[in-house]
T-cell receptor, first 111, second 114 residues
Framework: EDKVVQSPLSLVVHEGDTVTLNCSYE??????LLWYKQEKKAPTFLFML????IEKKSGRLSSILDKKELSSILNITATQTGDSAIYLC???????????FGQGTELSVKP | DTGVSQDPRHKITKRGQNVTFRCDPI?????LYWYRQTLGQGPEFLTY????????KSRLLSDRFSAERPKGSFSTLEIQRTEQGDSAMYLC????????????FGPGTRLLVL
């Protein structure tokens, strides 16, 4: 059965800290992996990762995929209170493109 | 550029009633997905359409659930004889085929079954 595990499930840090969120997956017919940020509303898109070892970067956020280890990480540097949210990773099925979401990591950034 | 829209945003109903939700995808997107999210969990896939064809349904989707996308544009999700366990956020997402497979989500419809 397909499985996505994110760790940690929750994390409390102070502004300015750097965090690393982990996502591991066991998904048949894997095509790519998406990261989303969810703040008490619908998920908003962060990154799409298709190739292993190539870092995607957007401001203070970056992410990389390791297809050999079936995992991905999301890094956030110099965290701000606005980064507080649930971060979801979702492998994409090769056929149909449905997403299989992990439980998410709830990040809380304290001032 | 309008994003994905969903209506209603909130719905409270009594057990046993039928409810229908609507999703309008981003206009050029030919794929439309429905997900359900309960508190503390990531969204769970329910079904998806490519144009007007419903191509996959999750085994989570009981016979009480039906979805349509009659003209390949908006979609409706109907739940018949609602149960308290149906209480959740129902999310719609759309994408443009496999070329740009990033899915963009609507604001969701939060359903509460009393």
């Amino acid at each position: 059965e397909d499985k996505v595990v994110q760790s940690p499930l929750s994390l409390v840090v102070h502004e300015g800290d750097t965090v690393t969120l982990n996502c591991s997956y066991e998904v048949t017919n894997f095509r790519s992996l998406l990261w989303y940020k969810q703040e008490k509303k619908a998920p908003t898109f962060l990154f799409m990762l298709t190739s292993s070892g190539i870092e995607k970067k957007s401001g203070r956020l970056s992410s990389i995929l390791d297809k050999k280890e079936l995992s991905s990480i999301l890094n956030i540097t110099a965290t701000q209170t606005g980064d507080s949210a649930i971060y979801l990773c979702a492998p994409v099925y090769n056929q149909g493109g449905k997403l299989i979401f992990g439980q998410g990591t709830e990040l809380s950034v304290k001032p | 550029d309008t994003g994905v829209s969903q209506d209603p945003r909130h719905k409270i109903t009594k057990r046993g009633q039928n409810v229908t939700f609507r999703c309008d995808p981003i206009s050029e997107h030919n794929r439309l997905y429905w997900y359900r999210q309960t508190l503390g969990q990531g969204p769970e896939f329910l079904t998806y359409f490519q144009n007007e064809a419903q191509l996959e349904k999750s085994r989570l989707l009981s016979d009480r659930f039906s979805a349509e996308r009659p003209k390949g544009s908006f979609s409706t999700l109907e739940i018949q004889r609602t149960e308290q366990g149906d209480s959740a956020m129902y999310l719609c997402a759309s994408s443009y085929d496999r070329v740009q497979e990033t899915q963009y989500f609507g604001p969701g419809t939060r359903l509460l079954v009393l």
